[in-house]
């Protein structure tokens, strides 16, 4: 399995207040993503990275902001968590940009 | 209409049946297409890639039509370890132009 965690694993909130996840990859992959994952829907891209400070937005990047400082960590901020960010967030890799995505185990967040 | 659709399912068989998964997908310039299994409350993982000449892996064999714009998983002699949730991946060509399915529920029963 490729080496990728996401912390922290669950998390509950409350509306109104910024929440960070963090996304961490032992493979020195260049591509870097965040995505949700809701009921109905298929995993629906956030945010990208193709390179430390190299970021761009995905379909659903309103309410969400990212930054990656180091090629291994790839941070996903919620500025002021609502109900309808409650969701299951994953965190996949890639060496290349159309190559196979690899994912982290979720993280599911609670927006109260 | 989704980019990429798939029938959610769910899709109940008996132990040994084989059953037939089908996607389409809406933009005739994507590239590459894959079939990624979830189990739940995990993260989806590659099941297989799927190549214009198609592929088999085992019991799962995988085709892409691009006349028709649909691709393919078939399973064959079902296990009960097959229940999970397939998603239908297509990339149109860079990995932020990834469009997920919202996947099909298989359950194996004995």
């Known amino acids: 399995d490729a080496g990728i965690t996401q912390s922290p694993r669950h998390k509950v909130t409350e509306t109104g207040t910024p929440v960070t996840l963090r996304c961490h990859q032992t493979e020195n992959h260049r591509y870097m993503y965040w995505y949700r994952q809701d009921p109905g829907h298929g995993l629906r891209l956030i945010h990208y990275s193709y390179g430390v400070k190299d970021t761009d937005k995905g379909e659903v990047s309103d309410g969400y902001s990212v930054s990656r400082s180091k090629t291994e960590d790839f941070l996903l901020t919620l500025e002021s968590a609502t109900s309808s960010q409650t969701s299951v967030y994953f965190c996949?890799?890639?060496?290349?940009?159309?190559?196979?995505?690899?994912f982290g185990p979720g993280t599911r967040l609670l927006v109260l | 209409r989704k980019e990429v659709e798939q029938d959610p399912g769910p899709f109940n068989v008996p132990e040994g049946a084989t059953v037939a998964f089908n996607c389409t997908y809406s933009n005739s310039a994507s590239q590459s297409f894959f079939w990624y299994r979830q189990d739940c409350r995990k993260e989806p993982k590659l099941l297989m890639s799927v190549y214009s000449s198609g592929n088999e892996d085992g019991r799962f064999t995988a085709q892409l039509n691009r006349a028709s714009q649909y691709i393919s998983l078939l399973i064959r002699d079902s296990k009960l370890s097959d229940s999970a949730t397939y998603l239908c991946v297509v990339n149109m060509g860079g990995g932020f132009k990834t469009i997920f399915g919202a996947g099909t529920r298989l359950f194996v029963k004995a």
């Open positions: 996949a890799i890639s060496p290349f940009s159309s190559e196979t995505q690899y």
